[in-house]
């Protein structure tokens, strides 16, 4: 099974809300990212969360990380047309050299 | 500024063809390299990364085989291509001093369908 799991895995909500997805992971981690994928595109880092970070903030976004319950959640305040896309979150393993991303929540902002 | 090349950005070979798709890296020197398939509607997966020149690890063995013959060139090939190769291909580097879990960055992708 995946070590992310992207929670819902489609989210639909009118502009102006807010948005939040949610990821679970398995294993001890490094750190903790999230990317955004507009469709057929390349994927684009959000922010990066590591271990001993809580909380962290950029701009509209979001990002909390509880290290005991192995989950992360990424909020959108404000949401707009342009934040439909899909995004993903992606762990580095404690260990490892690598990501390993989840399968994504696809976001759709209705305007 | 740093950029991420691939080509081509789409292609549709036959099965039992070869396949070639390149991936170059701007204005960073000794990147980690990594290349992942990504299956429609689904995340991630990671086939190869390299952390020099001629060093690949390979995450998923199959019919794909990566090099790297250049430190900002990374390739991923195959001798023949299977209907299940089809998929969206990403090329992605990070800063080669930081042992490969950060930030990651993106090039445009490559959509390939095999028929």
Known sequence: SQQGEEDPQALSIQEGENATMNCSYKTSINNLQWYRQNSGRGLVH??????????????????????????????ITASRAADTASYFCATELQGAQKLVFGQGTRLTINP | SQTIHQWPATLVQP???????????????????????????????????????????????????????????????????????SGFYLCAWSVGTSGGGETQYFGPGTRLLVL
């Open chain 2, 15 to 85: 099965v039992g063809s070869p396949l070639s798709l390149e991936c170059t890296v701007e204005g960073t020197s000794n990147p980690n390299l990594y290349w992942y398939r990504q299956a429609a509607g689904r995340g991630l997966q990671l086939l190869f990364y390299s952390v020099g020149i001629g060093q690949i690890s390979s995450e998923v063995p199959q019919n794909l085989s990566a090099s790297r013959p250049q430190d900002r060139q990374f390739i991923l090939s195959s001798k023949k291509l299977l209907l299940s190769d």
């Open chain 1, 46 to 75: 959000l922010i990066l969360i590591r271990s001993n970070e809580r909380e962290k903030h950029s701009g509209r976004l979001r990002v909390t990380l509880d290290t005991s319950k192995k989950s992360s959640s990424l909020l």
